[in-house]
């Protein structure tokens, strides 16, 4: 038989094998990029539970916190104008300081300047804006958390009983660590990984600025997208990061955008593995289908020949 029949043979097994390659290519990669979708569509999701869950602690916790020293400052405001001599005797105040826990008291005449008070740094200081209206509203009480340096504290003001003016009380509470987790944005992301080598972000849309990254280094700066990228209130896109085509899938959450980063190499891995199979195998299959063939058709001849020499 003349090599053009065997070369027919290679040639349709060649073309059938890299049929069913270019199949398996293609359905690998089609189901490797909805699974990839479908994962940063779950990590999304978790990141806005996981913010509104933070939104609800925060404000169950510091409820708690604001009812329990506003009260303290109430009893606190009933015993001042009961002796008022506390206020003047340095070791009374600060006796009284310590017993309800406080980091400073500050006590303010009628015009809101601060004249007596257990953190001498303050005097003469005014008091907080908000708490202004305890001068004139004898039933006046209010508190304000503070994270001013990092720090997360309670500052209450309650209006004076003796006479025109502001009882206000510095604490720190116990739990005031976990207050600022429940607020720190850029620790949302700690135990959200995506894949291996892919990202979670939170980008604020006024500033553009990464306010959470699972690249810790990146919180604070500016981000590579702009706000054309994020048109849609959620979608997908492709684009550059960090050297790598990536497929980028968002979603806006109040003011902010929420994402999920996968490099299109991390994606298309099987796929690529199944590809480099594929060009091992495909040539050797290739090889042993025509050598099988050419092996039957062989048998077949020696076969004929026996026949007809058994007919002779």
């Known amino acids: 038989m003349n090599k053009s029949f065997y070369r027919l043979i290679v040639i349709a097994v060649l073309i059938c094998s890299m049929l069913f390659g270019f199949l398996a290519f293609y359905s690998t990669g089609v189901i490797d990029r909805a699974k990839t979708r479908e994962l940063l569509d779950i990590r999304i999701n978790q990141v806005s539970e996981k913010l509104d869950d933070n939104i609800y602690e925060y404000k169950k916790i510091t409820e708690q916190i604001y009812s329990n020293y506003k009260s303290k400052s109430r009893v606190l405001a009933m015993m ?3 002796n008022k001599s506390i206020m003047t005797d340095e070791t009374s105040f600060e006796e009284l300081r310590m017993a309800i826990g406080a980091d400073s008291i500050s ?20 008091a907080y804006e908000d708490f202004l209206p305890a001068i004139e509203n004898k039933v006046f009480s209010e508190a304000v958390l503070n994270t001013h340096d990092k720090r997360t504290g309670v500052i209450t003001g309650c209006s004076r009983l003796d006479s025109p003016g502001i009882i206000q009380i510095e604490f720190t509470p116990e739990n005031s660590e976990m207050l600022l987790d429940l607020t720190d944005v850029s620790r949302t992301l700690t135990e959200i990984p995506v894949l291996e080598n892919g990202h979670m972000a939170i980008i604020d849309k006024l500033s553009g600025k990464y306010l959470s990254h699972t690249n810790s280094g990146l919180i604070g700066t500016q981000s590579i997208y702009t706000e054309d990228d994020f048109s849609e209130g959620e979608g997908w896109f492709s684009s550059e990061f960090e050297g790598q085509d990536v497929m980028v899938k968002y979603i806006s959450y109040d003011n902010n ?5 996968v490099s299109y190499d991390e994606i298309y891995k099987r796929r690529n593995t199944v590809v480099k199979w594929l060009l091992f195998v495909i040539p050797i299959n290739s090889a042993v289908i025509t050598l099988t063939v050419r092996n039957k058709i062989l048998k077949f ?5 026996i026949n007809l020499r058994e007919t002779l």
């Not at 006590?107 to 005014?126: F, L, V």
């Not at 001849?301 to 020949?305: A, G």
Request: hydrophobic share 25%; proline share 3%; aromatic share 4%.
């Open 80 to 82: 001042l104008s009961k």
């Open 107 to 126: 006590i303010t005449d009628s015009s809101g300047i601060i004249r007596y008070s257990t953190n001498p740094s303050n005097e003469n200081s005014k």
């Open 257 to 261: 955008i929420i994402l999920g980063i």
């Open 301 to 305: 001849k020696d076969k004929q020949k």
